[in-house]
């Protein structure tokens, strides 16, 4: 094979990669930022009215999927959750003290954070947007910031969050969010909209 047919050849395949690449970006995207426990997620999104897509940005965010993670915190599981937040959570929803020895398992990690996120919806009527900052600062914090006024609670104005680690989670978060309901919106039908 001659020189320029060589070349001719690897330009025709890079060409046809390229157009396969395009074609399927969605394939691609669902390739670099896979949802994992599909099924454990929608099933707590369903019984804790809660969006699934934005469940798994946390989770995303959280632990990247890993279920034995711990932070240097303490936090564990795929919703790296604190042990005394795992606690309050399991006697204020009157779980079973079983759940105190499963905390890595993932359908016991992401039912505890989404009871937590359902819980939080309802103390800020429903301000998705300060639930996920106060899955990062703690509930109590952003209540405090809401109601002496240090933020509004929206996203356009998450630059004036008082912690910068929740600016970041807060933006982190509805980055992945994003890109999981262009990536997944179709296939998890019924997802609410936008928090």
């Keep these: 094979m001659s020189f ?12 046809g990669f390229l157009i396969f690449l395009f074609l399927s970006s969605s394939m691609v995207g669902r390739w670099m930022y896979p949802i994992r426990f599909q099924q454990e997620i929608r099933e707590m999104a369903g019984k804790y009215q809660l969006d699934p897509l934005l469940i798994a940005a ?5 632990s990247n999927y890993q279920s034995e993670t711990v932070s240097k915190k303490g936090a564990y599981g795929l919703m790296q959750l604190m042990p005394d937040t795992s606690d309050w959570i399991i006697e204020k929803a009157h779980f079973s003290d079983d759940y105190k020895d499963q905390l890595h398992h993932p359908k016991v990690s992401i ?6 996120l359902n819980w939080m919806a309802k103390q800020f009527d429903g301000n998705m947007v300060a639930v996920i900052a106060g899955y990062n600062a703690g509930h109590g914090k952003v209540s405090r910031w809401l109601q002496e006024r240090e933020w509004d609670g929206t996203l356009n104005n998450s630059n ?4 910068g680690e929740t600016r970041h989670y ?17 296939e998890w039908m ?4 936008r928090p």
Excluded: C, H, N
């Design 190 to 193: 019924g997802t609410p909209s």
């Design 58 to 62: 946390i989770i995303r965010v959280e």
């Design 170 to 186: 807060v933006q982190r978060v509805m980055y992945y969010y994003d890109i999981y309901k262009k990536l997944y919106q179709d």
């Design 160 to 163: 004036t969050i008082p912690y």
């Design 4 to 15: 320029w047919r060589k070349k001719r050849f690897f330009a025709l395949l890079l060409l």
């Design 111 to 116: 039912e505890l954070g989404a009871w937590y």
